[in-house]
């Protein structure tokens, strides 16, 4: 591990939660330490979306929950990437290239729409696809999918 600047697509750890959003201070002691994979930036870019490797309990919901709000400045890089664990609901399409060059990859439920970037469980910056507000479903079968995201699909 070495510290760091975070980008969107990178494995981070948190390290604190002074800057971030009242609802994730209030779980500080459970989420300080964490793994996470950036999955975006919030709109101001004061803060990252993180997926955590593991689900912590949200204490007021009572429910497991691996997707968080963290401010920049309370991540640092991780350079271990941590197995993916994909979600039982199975994965939206997401989008890289164009025409005969695209690739379809997997993406997990919850990317928002209109969102212009997303991680696919392949670890791939993807553009995450809807019809009006509705997620496109990823198919394993589509010619153009990706091996690596089809192979966790699979075995998920």
């Known amino acids: 591990m070495s510290g760091g600047a975070v980008q969107v697509g990178e494995w981070a750890k948190i390290v604190g939660v002074e800057h971030s959003p009242p609802e994730t201070q209030r779980h500080r002691a459970e989420l300080v330490g964490c793994l996470a994979l950036v999955t975006g930036a919030a709109p101001g870019d004061s803060f990252a979306y ?3 490797s593991e689900a912590v309990l949200d204490g007021r919901a009572g429910t497991p929950r691996r997707r968080w709000l963290v401010a920049w400045e309370d991540l640092t890089y991780e350079a271990e990437p941590v197995k993916l664990v994909p979600l039982e609901l199975g994965y939206q399409l997401g ?3 164009s025409g005969r060059g695209r690739v379809s990859h997997a993406v997990e439920y919850g990317s928002r729409e209109g969102a212009e970037r997303a991680v696919a469980v392949c670890g791939s910056g993807v553009k995450p ?5 509705w997620p496109l479903p990823f198919s ?3 010619q153009y999918a990706c091996a690596a995201c089809v192979a966790v699909y699979r075995r998920g």
């Not at 696809?129 to 507000?133: G, V």
């Open 129 to 133: 696809l809807f019809i009006d507000d």
């Open 95 to 97: 989008a890289q290239g």
């Open 140 to 142: 394993a079968d589509d």
């Open 50 to 52: 993180v997926r955590l």
